[in-house]
């Protein structure tokens, strides 16, 4: 994809105002080490045409075992392809096998990886296969086992927590074994010399890991979204503000409010790897980059559509007022772009339950402009719109107003300090869903005293 020179300042400041949010962490590393090299012209835009996969092993994951979900036995995938269980002569019952997802950063909590040359080797995986669970090869019947053991949750309730083995062999190998226990279908495997209360992971790289069915949750992809106005259709400026006058809100935050069309360009450049339950101050931020010609340039994975959107521009003076109403109500400082994403959170969601469309369908893009003010940029996230925020234009203003207010009027569900899923939070937020805060974006909309 060829970036337009007008969204490389505009990316960089972005990704500068998002590892604020981040500070501390590998993933505010990572964009900062992002930003510079968007300045320096060292990143590379690849818009992908064709998705494939390989289940491993990879420099990330190795997810090529299966398991057997009725017998526990573990059987590697050979082409990508489901197996069959040895027992059970079924590729139905086969379910990917547990793997030991990181529970800490690893080093410096940022890795870079060569996009093109091969992956790692297997032990080099940040994700690993179940074939490096401890004492998974260990038999002492048989010796050097040239099988791995099966792997079963003890309780259904609790499938990580109580994962354990069974027995790979039948019993004319394996039937005198005193480590054999035998529970209906089940043949639970007792050995265990590590002595661990379940099955544990090898501490390869001095990284932990704990068990995890594969999911997307183990990969958090961080975005930037950018944007630039092409059209202005109709210039709401003067009708929002008196909507929100009408509802005893603030209105003097807008500087401008349109409905447009607009280029948006939304650019991956890393994703945070880690344990389906782990925070995202534990993960490691991964990235890539590719080499030319001695350049090393990092690569990010990027999309650019044309479409609809409502553009709100938020004023410094207010965004200055609600940093300095949060700090003494909470005691702590937000930052001018943590108050704007705030907001846009809001406005997603309003545009989002006044509209009628899934959450997904709706965009946002949150940038500083040149004056020091915000745009907040609320869009409908598909090539030519949707019609989610034509339609709030066009019929429901009103409405989106009443959502300010009510927002506004009171406070989190839960009672929560910042932000959580009852208020603030977004299904595809590009930050995850970091540096919120209610108590900000209702400090915006909140009348001065």
Same mark, same amino acid.
């Given at each position: 994809?060829?970036?337009?020179?007008?969204?490389?300042?505009?990316?960089?400041?972005?990704?500068?105002?998002?590892?604020? /949010?981040?500070?501390?962490?590998?993933?505010?590393?990572?964009?900062?080490?992002?930003?510079?090299?968007?300045?320096?012209?060292?990143?590379?835009?690849?818009?992908?045409?064709?998705?494939?996969?390989? +289940?491993?092993?990879?420099?990330?994951?190795?997810?090529?075992?299966?398991?057997?979900?009725?017998?526990?036995?573990?059987?590697?995938?050979?082409?990508?392809?489901?197996?069959?269980?040895?027992?059970?002569?079924?590729?139905?019952?086969?379910?990917?096998?547990?793997?030991?997802?990181?529970?800490?950063?690893?080093?410096?909590?940022?890795?870079?990886?060569?996009?093109?040359?091969?992956?790692?080797?297997?032990?080099?995986?940040?994700?690993?296969?179940?074939?490096?669970?401890?004492?998974?090869?260990?038999?002492?019947?048989?010796?050097?086992?040239?099988?791995?053991?099966?792997?079963?949750?003890?309780?259904?309730?609790?499938?990580?927590?109580?994962?354990?083995?069974?027995?790979?062999?039948?019993? /004319?190998?394996?039937?005198?074994?005193?480590?054999?226990?035998?529970?209906?279908?089940?043949?639970?495997?007792?050995?265990?010399?590590?002595?661990?209360?379940?099955?544990?992971?090898?501490?390869?790289?001095?990284?932990?890991?704990?068990?995890?069915?594969?999911?997307?949750?183990?990969?958090?992809?961080?975005?930037? /979204?950018?944007?630039?106005?092409?059209?202005?259709?109709?210039?709401?400026?003067?009708?929002?503000?008196?909507?929100?006058?009408?509802?005893? +809100?603030?209105?003097?935050?807008?500087?401008?409010?349109?409905?447009?069309?607009?280029?948006?360009?939304?650019?991956?450049?890393?994703?945070?790897?880690?344990?389906?339950?782990?925070?995202?101050?534990?993960?490691?931020?991964?990235?890539?980059?590719?080499?030319?010609?001695?350049?090393?340039?990092?690569?990010?994975?990027?999309?650019?559509?044309?479409?609809?959107?409502?553009?709100?521009?938020?004023?410094?003076?207010?965004?200055?007022?609600?940093?300095?109403?949060?700090?003494?109500?909470?005691?702590?400082?937000?930052?001018?772009?943590?108050?704007?994403?705030?907001?846009?959170?809001?406005?997603?969601?309003?545009?989002?339950?006044? /509209?009628?469309?899934?959450?997904?369908?709706?965009?946002?893009?949150?940038?500083?402009?040149?004056?020091?003010?915000?745009?907040?940029?609320?869009?409908?996230?598909?090539?030519?719109?949707?019609?989610?925020?034509?339609?709030?234009?066009?019929?429901?203003?009103?409405?989106?107003?009443?959502?300010?207010?009510?927002?506004?009027?009171?406070?989190?569900?839960?009672?929560?300090?910042?932000?959580?899923?009852?208020?603030?939070?977004?299904?595809?937020?590009?930050? +995850?869903?970091?540096?919120?805060?209610?108590?900000?974006?209702?400090?915006?909309?909140?009348?001065?005293?």
């Amino acid at each position: 994809m060829t970036t337009n020179p007008e969204y490389l300042e505009l990316i960089a400041s972005i990704a500068e105002d998002m590892a604020q /949010s981040y500070r501390g962490t590998g993933a505010g590393d990572a964009l900062e080490r992002f930003a510079e090299r968007v300045r320096k012209g060292e990143v590379e835009v690849w818009e992908p045409s064709k998705v494939s996969f390989n +289940l491993g092993p990879s420099a990330i994951s190795d997810l090529s075992y299966f398991r057997c979900s009725v017998c526990g036995y573990v059987e590697q995938s050979k082409n990508n392809t489901i197996p069959k269980c040895p027992r059970c002569g079924s590729e139905r019952n086969m379910v990917q096998a547990y793997v030991g997802a990181p529970s800490e950063p690893a080093g410096a909590g940022v890795l870079e990886y060569d996009a093109n040359k091969d992956f790692q080797r297997m032990g080099d995986s940040l994700i690993l296969s179940a074939r490096h669970i401890i004492d998974i090869w260990a038999c002492p019947t048989v010796g050097t086992a040239k099988r791995l053991k099966g792997l079963m949750p003890k309780d259904p309730e609790r499938p990580q927590s109580s994962l354990w083995f069974t027995c790979p062999y039948d019993d /004319s190998t394996a039937g005198a074994c005193r480590y054999l226990v035998k529970d209906g279908t089940v043949r639970w495997c007792q050995y265990n010399s590590h002595r661990y209360a379940y099955v544990s992971f090898s501490k390869i790289g001095g990284i932990k890991r704990a068990p995890a069915m594969p999911s997307e949750a183990m990969t958090k992809p961080i975005k930037i /979204s950018a944007h630039l106005r092409r059209r202005c259709l109709k210039d709401i400026t003067s009708e929002f503000r008196r909507l929100l006058q009408e509802r005893g +809100l603030a209105s003097e935050w807008v500087e401008e409010t349109c409905l447009g069309e607009f280029e948006v360009i939304t650019l991956v450049p890393l994703y945070l790897v880690g344990h389906p339950y782990s925070s995202r101050r534990a993960r490691t931020a991964v990235m890539y980059y590719s080499r030319q010609d001695n350049v090393q340039r990092l690569i990010a994975m990027g999309r650019k559509i044309r479409t609809y959107g409502i553009l709100v521009k938020v004023g410094s003076g207010a965004i200055r007022r609600a940093i300095k109403e949060v700090g003494t109500i909470r005691g702590v400082n937000p930052t001018p772009f943590e108050v704007a994403h705030s907001l846009a959170h809001v406005l997603v969601k309003a545009v989002v339950k006044v /509209s009628g469309v899934d959450p997904r369908e709706v965009g946002e893009s949150v940038l500083r402009n040149q004056e020091g003010s915000y745009e907040v940029l609320i869009y409908d996230d598909s090539p030519g719109g949707v019609g989610a925020t034509t339609g709030v234009v066009d019929l429901g203003m009103p409405d989106l107003a009443e959502e300010l207010r009510r927002f506004a009027s009171l406070p989190c569900p839960r009672g929560c300090l910042s932000a959580c899923r009852a208020c603030l939070y977004i299904e595809g937020c590009g930050s +995850l869903n970091k540096g919120l805060n209610w108590v900000a974006a209702k400090a915006l909309l909140a009348p001065s005293s």
